[in-house]
């Protein structure tokens, strides 16, 4: 028996009749729902840790250890309340171990999930009615809210979703007005850093033997998945979740605002807080994080800012998550559902194919839209295979260094890059999915297919973000350690340039756009045939894991 077997054996209170709790992976708090108000020795909970959920992807190590330790440490902690744990290991979905559960428990509760695919695997046992689905305390506004905000149909957008939850709450407002005279201060946030101020360096935290045995169960069980496991870098207990907080708020919120847009081969998070794999689990609640946000002694700028993230487009991506059933019930047409989960091209990448040892049959691999008819696969590069672009290469090592990158790297690096390749958009999620660990369906689909890639039109974002080499020189340091020139010769802007051409039909018409398609008017023939080739060339060699040079491709520029 290992040391948290033993441990939590030795913390179980006593044998009592008690009314059983299903925490999912992602509810790991004691301070929403049953398990915030009924008595410890009244209540037992079930945790499962499942290597069959952990073997339908590719998952980066540091994503399975965090899901691990925390789930493992929750068990201990809530044992020493007197909160009675069932542990169990199970490969199989979640609705068929709970089941052989039920003899044994008598009827369980849960809290309802925030994942879809979770959601879909415990229906199967509620509606047998072994299991009672409650609602989930962990959010911050209502679907009420949200249709108030945003509107009942699409297109929906966050600012008027945003600017109504600030009315209705009261927070940031003053005299019924928005503290400051504006609802966002976001035009006064995108300065690039120069160097100053210092950024803060990531914490560390504790290591200790429950992190320690699922590091060792990591490397044994799921050594092929990829992702680089750092032990002093994993927040496991409800202390380093105070202690990541705590760092946020010292250092990281004072300048949240003004460089929230920058990015620097300096610091990967810069003034970021890294708070969101905790806060998706529920280590760290949203209320609280929000709460204690708004009482802080910040700059508004900053404040505003990062209000915005967690009580704005945090909210807003789960509202259309649920909205539109995970992007399947679209106002058009329902888009296409991939049969199985995909692995974000590891197969492709790695040459070995990942499913073949697994069976798939019980969860399908998400709405997979296309607006703009993206086909291609993701190049070996998001998997660490050198491209030769400095900003993409420096980005993708740091994700799979970390499990994270921030928010600015993501949408206008990584998305980006594969927007302007016509990636397929489901790839693009299932890649993030995989390698961040802050990543589950409800968040993840809503950044990628709705803000990133364009993939549901203008359901979430008026237009794509896209750029060429102009904006990642202006707000970032990567040109520099680049073989390119971002002004004469980076293939990004020739890229930029070519997609909006291949997709003019679909949007020379966005009034969003205007500007862009005027300037490509003006770009002469000869030169939108150098970016065509240039596209393809670039396409074709990243997708065939080949690094770009200079030599390569500027016979063509
Ligand atoms: C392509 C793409 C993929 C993304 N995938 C994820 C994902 O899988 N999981 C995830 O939590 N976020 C995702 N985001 C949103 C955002 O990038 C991350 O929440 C943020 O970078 C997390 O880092 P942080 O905690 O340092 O955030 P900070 O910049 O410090 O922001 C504070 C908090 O605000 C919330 N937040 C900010 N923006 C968003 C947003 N667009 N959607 C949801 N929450 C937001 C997060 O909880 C975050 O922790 C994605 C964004 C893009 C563009
Ligand atoms: S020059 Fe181009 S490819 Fe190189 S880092 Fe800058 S934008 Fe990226």
């Known amino acids: 028996m290992g040391f948290f077997a033993r441990e939590l054996q030795r913390l179980q209170p006593e044998k009592t009749p008690r009314r059983w709790l299903f925490v999912p992976y992602d509810q790991l708090s004691d301070s929403i729902g049953p398990l915030s108000r009924e008595k410890p020795d009244k209540l037992g909970i079930i945790l499962v840790e499942s290597p069959w959920k952990a073997g339908l992807r590719p998952y980066h190590k540091q994503k399975l250890a965090l899901i691990l330790a925390n789930l493992r440490h929750f068990a201990l902690e809530q044992a020493l309340r007197g909160v009675a744990v069932k542990h169990i290991v199970s490969r199989e979905p979640y609705h068929k171990a709970l089941k052989k559960l039920l003899p044994e428990l008598g009827p369980i509760r849960a809290m309802v999930p925030a994942e879809r695919e979770l959601r879909v695997d415990l229906q ?128 990281c919120l004072p300048q949240f605002g003004p460089f929230e847009d920058a990015m620097t081969l300096e610091s990967r998070g810069l003034f970021h807080t890294r708070i969101s794999a905790l806060m998706n689990i529920h280590r760290l609640l949203p209320a609280r994080i929000l709460s204690d946000a708004v009482k802080a002694a910040l700059p508004l700028a900053s404040k505003e800012g990062f209000v915005r993230q967690v009580l704005g487009w945090r909210e807003f991506v789960n509202h259309v998550h649920v909205a539109t059933d995970g992007f399947r019930d679209l106002p058009k047409k329902p888009p296409p559902v991939d049969a199985s989960p995909g692995d974000g091209g590891y197969e492709h990448w790695a040459g070995t194919d990942w499913k073949s040892e697994k069976a798939f049959k019980e969860t399908d691999g998400g709405a997979a839209p296309s607006a703009l008819g993206c086909e291609n696969p993701i190049p070996p590069a998001y998997w660490g295979e050198k491209s030769g672009l400095a900003c993409l290469d420096h980005v993708v090592s740091t994700v799979w260094e970390e499990g994270y990158s921030h928010h600015i790297t993501r949408l206008m690096i990584l998305s980006n890059l594969a927007t302007l390749l016509d990636v397929r958009p489901r790839e693009v999620t299932d890649w993030f999915r995989i390698a961040y660990t802050d990543a589950y369906d409800w968040v993840v689909e809503a950044n990628v297919l709705g803000m990133g890639t364009y993939a549901v039109e203008d359901l979430m974002m008026t237009k794509p973000y896209i750029s060429g080499a102009a904006y990642i020189n202006r707000m970032s340091d990567y040109c520099s350690a680049c073989t390119f020139h971002p002004k004469t010769d980076c293939p990004v802007t020739a890229l930029y340039w070519a997609f909006l051409a291949r997709h003019e039909h679909k949007l020379g018409h966005n009034p969003r756009l205007r500007m862009p398609y005027a300037s490509l008017k003006k770009r002469s023939e000869t030169r939108r045939s150098k970016d065509r080739i240039i596209f393809r060339i670039l396409r074709d060699m990243l997708l065939a894991g080949e690094q770009i040079t200079p030599i390569k491709i500027n016979k063509y520029q």
């Open 124 to 251: 199967k046992l509620a509606d047998g009615g072994g299991l009672q689905l409650i609602p989930h305390e962990g959010w911050l506004t209502s679907r009420k809210l949200f249709t108030a905000g945003a509107g009942q149909d699409p297109p929906w957008r966050m600012d008027s979703f945003y600017r109504r939850v600030r009315r209705d709450t009261g927070i940031l407002m003053r005299n019924d007005k928005p503290e400051g005279g504006n609802f966002s201060f976001d035009k006064e946030n995108r300065l690039p850093w120069k160097g100053k101020p210092a950024p803060p360096k990531p914490p560390v935290f504790p290591r200790d033997p429950v992190k320690e045995e699922v590091g060792e169960l990591i490397q044994k069980k799921f050594a092929r998945h990829p992702g680089v496991l750092d032990l002093n870098a994993l927040p496991g207990t409800d202390k380093d979740a105070e202690a990541l907080w705590s760092w946020a708020r010292i250092f």
